[in-house]
């Protein structure tokens, strides 16, 4: 083995660079395209990450510096932007009123409350007006002056060139658009209904208003009826003479004492933590909820690593025969999809026709996920079904790594089997265990999949909004809270919830950590 | 530990009494184990019943093994059901992947490089680890929303963006497990392949990689069944069926449908569980080892 025939072997870096070339090529591409769309969209703060990311990219990959960034950098932009930024943005969410009412900046508020407040009023101006069509989007053009202009919901309105203007000055021909003509207007009535809800913004500035139309031929500048006041922060209402004033709540609120429905979000303290327990629609069933996260966890993890230990202990036993066979039958339920599994057992548990009440309770027609009990048993149940095997195959593992000779010698010295178990087998399987249990205990206290393919968190506490019920865990009812599926949205005080997540996680892996150490000197 | 009486002499009263001691030691066990069997298995072959049961509704599917169709399964084919098979793969597939490559070269990095900050990112990954993505779901729908408007292809209902946000977890939960096992290979591989002139890339790719295939083997599956079986980011960030995942359209038909979808699902469940468990059992002893290893250890 001589130098040479090494260095022949690992040849020149040449291929390697071309591909390291072409990934960044790649990746300055997308860069600079989301800069650019951030700068259009005047999102600052994606326009600002993004920069800072690709020249940070760029810096690690062509400078000879930085070795351990190079490997390091893709996880963590991931890292950073999909688990700590959310992480930490979870905790800024949670202390304002983010959700339905609240869901934008001020400006946006403003905004959408002098669209809805636009009407056609008597002196409106109208323009010979065309539908046009680009593809799936429809828009209207008019003709002002002379000048055929055109835009759509997204896009305000703008002059085009070379369009053809016909009878009564109505838009014949758009370049880049294809006119619709009136007939097919007159016969198709879901292109009616998009027609006349259509609301094309006359210019950025919402103030402005908007054309609208009825029939399809005229468009009429329809505008607002509230004056926004920007430096005294007020709207108001030119018909009523209500003055809307902005509050510290993020709502506009009129000196008649009435409330505009859209509002902003704002930094609220810590009213949502304080509002968690001390709404009495709300505390009650968060207070459940979270006695039953606790037990729920618990009972999943001591009961699975029971039944698991028991198992372990009966059949790792060298004189049965056919213990692989037993062995891999007893783990099936791990094998299986978690989430199949749920779905599957919440059919089998249906009280009409599950499979379950006919085949073993004699078709009687238990409610095994409509009673409260009985549904927070049988969550239990199916959860220690899914996991035991979990605990069988860690326990199995762990007493074949006893000690043997400690276990001899405390034969010889005439210690029974009962004594050798919990003497010598339980505490060093504990050991060996302690730390799976607890992030198993971590696992459980989040397991939302579980609940929700089960009981959806069901049945529900009577009379409360966000339909949190005896089933349900902190994550689910936070879920349920947060409305990103639908309904009423709280992101602030789901947010906050997840912060109480947070902090017991935090303090169960802190508890861990120490025990784990307590554990291992003890032993 | 046979402590036989010592009145029985004759042969035949031995041989009962060892078969006594063999009931109440071993003997026991092969009947519980029927039992146990059967509480295990039980809802699995249930579900292959219902699977092959022609009526497809959850009344009558107690008749286990009654009647063998295979309609419930060609009536798939009229569904979404392979339109979610494939987003799956697409989805868990990509997740895997990706973690298995940001996951290797980072422990590649905290293993074989010495470098300011070490202790302290590692140290950083071991907390952050603690806390899953999960509990921050409102935080992602925020995030995309917000991404949506600058990148359609990053915002909400785009696979994508839910590979991206499953890539997010990646470092976090699988570093620690290879770290470790790239750890038990010699540093002295390296230093002879660096003395030949080979780059840290070559050391990486050419020597590595393929010395800690093992552990790549797990944390690909791992992530891939990690993926698969969530729930909550998928149907967060998954809005229209033609985008959905096993989990959000079999979701969805069990919750609206229960009875009468049920052979539906039942077909469904047998056809996408099958390759895992087969997988599974296949690679259960490192799995297990894998899940051993990446709990808590720094």
Redesign the interface.
């Known amino acids: 083995m001589t130098?040479e025939s090494?260095?022949r072997?690992?040849g020149r870096?040449g291929g390697?660079f071309l591909v390291k070339l072409l990934l960044m090529g790649i990746v300055n591409a997308f860069g600079v395209?989301?800069i650019l769309?951030?700068w259009q969209?005047q999102?600052w703060?994606?326009l600002g990450v993004s920069v800072a990311l690709l020249a940070i990219a760029d810096w690690v990959y062509f400078s000879r510096r930085a070795?351990?960034?190079?490997?390091?950098l893709?996880?963590?932009v991931?890292?950073a932007?999909?688990?700590?930024?959310?992480?930490a943005?979870?905790g800024y969410?949670a202390f304002t009123n983010?959700g339905t009412g609240h869901a934008g900046s001020m400006q946006q508020a403003v905004d959408a409350a002098l669209i809805q407040a636009e009407k056609r009023l008597p002196d409106s101006p109208t323009y010979p007006l065309a539908v046009v069509r680009q593809g799936d989007e429809i828009g209207f053009a008019i003709t002002d002056d002379g000048e055929v202009r055109v835009g759509t919901a997204e896009e305000p309105l703008s002059a085009v060139e070379d369009a053809a203007v016909g009878d009564g000055d109505v838009p014949t021909a758009v370049p880049g658009w294809e006119v619709i003509p009136r007939a097919q207007l007159l016969t198709d009535t879901t292109l009616q209904q998009l027609v006349t809800s259509l609301r094309v913004p006359v210019s950025d500035d919402a103030e402005e208003g908007s054309i609208r139309t009825r029939e399809g031929s005229k468009g009429t500048i329809y505008s607002s009826s509230l004056e926004w006041d920007e430096t005294g922060q007020t709207l108001t209402n030119t018909e009523t003479g209500v003055v809307y004033s902005a509050n510290d709540r993020g709502e506009f609120v009129g000196d008649d004492g009435s409330r505009l429905p859209t509002g902003w979000y704002v930094n609220i303290g810590a009213d949502n933590f304080v509002r968690a327990v001390t709404d009495p629609s709300l505390a009650g069933p968060l207070l459940t909820v979270t006695l039953w996260t606790f037990v729920f966890a618990i009972a999943s993890v001591v009961v699975s690593f029971a039944v698991g230990l028991a198992?372990a202990l009966?059949?790792n036993?060298p004189?049965?025969r056919g213990r692989k066979v037993?062995r891999?039958?007893?783990?099936?339920?791990?094998?299986?999809?978690?989430?199949?599994?749920a779905?599957?057992?919440?059919?089998?548990l249906?009280a009409?026709?599950?499979?379950v009440n006919?085949?073993f309770f004699f078709g009687s027609t238990i409610g095994w996920l409509s009673d409260p009990v009985l549904a927070r048993l049988a969550v239990v149940f199916v959860n220690v079904?899914l996991s035991y095997?979990?605990w069988f195959?860690?326990s199995t593992?762990a007493l074949q790594a006893l000690p043997a000779d400690t276990l001899e010698a405390a034969t010889i010295d005439g210690a029974g089997r009962w004594r050798r178990f919990q003497a010598i087998t339980l505490p060093l399987l504990l050991v060996a265990t302690a730390?799976?249990a607890?992030?198993s205990f971590?696992f459980s206290f989040?397991n939302?999949?579980i609940i929700?393919?089960l009981t959806?968190g069901g049945p529900a506490f009577p009379g409360n909004q966000a339909r949190l019920g005896a089933t349900d865990i902190l994550?689910s009812a936070?879920?349920k809270i947060?409305g990103?599926?639908g309904g009423v949205a709280d992101?602030g005080l789901?947010?906050a919830l997840?912060i109480v997540?947070?902090i017991v996680?935090?303090v169960i892996?802190a508890l861990?950590?120490r025990q784990?150490r307590k554990l291992e000197e003890y032993q | 530990m046979s402590t036989v009486p010592l009145d029985e002499r004759n042969s035949e009263g031995r041989n009962k009494a060892r078969r006594k001691i063999w009931l109440a030691e071993v003997g026991w066990k092969y009947p519980l184990a029927v039992i146990l069997i059967f509480y295990a298995v039980f809802p699995l072959l249930y579900v292959v019943s219902a699977s092959l049961n022609p009526r497809g509704s959850l009344a009558g599917s107690s008749n286990m093994f009654s009647t063998f169709s295979a309609s419930n399964f060609a009536a798939l084919g009229e569904t979404m059901y392979w339109t979610w098979f494939l987003n799956t793969l697409i989805v868990a597939g990509s997740a895997a992947v990706g973690a298995v490559l940001m996951g290797a070269a980072a422990a590649y990095a905290f293993s074989r490089f010495r470098f300011a900050g070490r202790r302290l990112s590692l140290t950083s990954l071991l907390i952050i680890q603690m806390f899953p993505q999960t509990i921050a779901f409102v935080a992602v729908f925020l995030l995309l929303l917000a991404l949506g408007e600058v990148v359609p292809a990053l915002g909400i209902n785009s696979k994508l963006a839910l590979i991206a946000v499953y890539l997010g977890g990646a470092l976090g939960s699988n570093t620690f497990l290879m770290y470790g096992f790239f750890n038990t290979i010699p540093m002295e591989i390296d230093e002879s392949a660096k003395m030949d002139g080979a780059s840290h890339a070559q050391i990486f790719w050419r020597l590595i990689m393929p010395l800690v295939a093992p552990i790549l083997a797990v944390v690909a599956l791992l992530a891939f069944i990690s993926a698969f079986g969530d729930f909550i980011l998928a149907k967060i960030v998954l809005v229209s069926e033609d985008n959905w995942t096993l989990a959000v359209g079999m979701y969805q038909w069990v919750s609206n449908q229960l009875t009468s979808r049920w052979g539906l699902f039942a077909a469904g469940v047998v056809l996408a569980a099958l390759p895992v468990l087969a997988l599974f059992l296949s690679l259960q002893r490192y799995i297990v080892g894998g899940l051993t290893a990446g709990s808590v250890k720094g």
């Open positions: 130098g090494h260095s072997r690992w870096m390697g395209s989301v769309s951030a969209a999102s703060a994606i070795l351990p960034l190079k490997y390091l893709p996880g963590l991931f890292l932007i999909f688990q700590v930024f959310t992480l943005y979870t969410v983010y198992f009966i059949y036993d004189r049965l037993i891999t039958l007893l783990i099936l339920p791990y094998a299986f999809p978690a989430f199949m599994s779905l599957l057992w919440r059919g089998m249906n009409e026709f599950g499979v006919e085949l079904w095997p979990y195959l860690v593992g730390p799976l607890i992030s971590a989040n939302f999949t929700y393919m959806e994550i936070i879920y947060s990103v599926s992101y789901a947010s997840s997540v947070f996680i935090g892996s861990a950590f784990t």
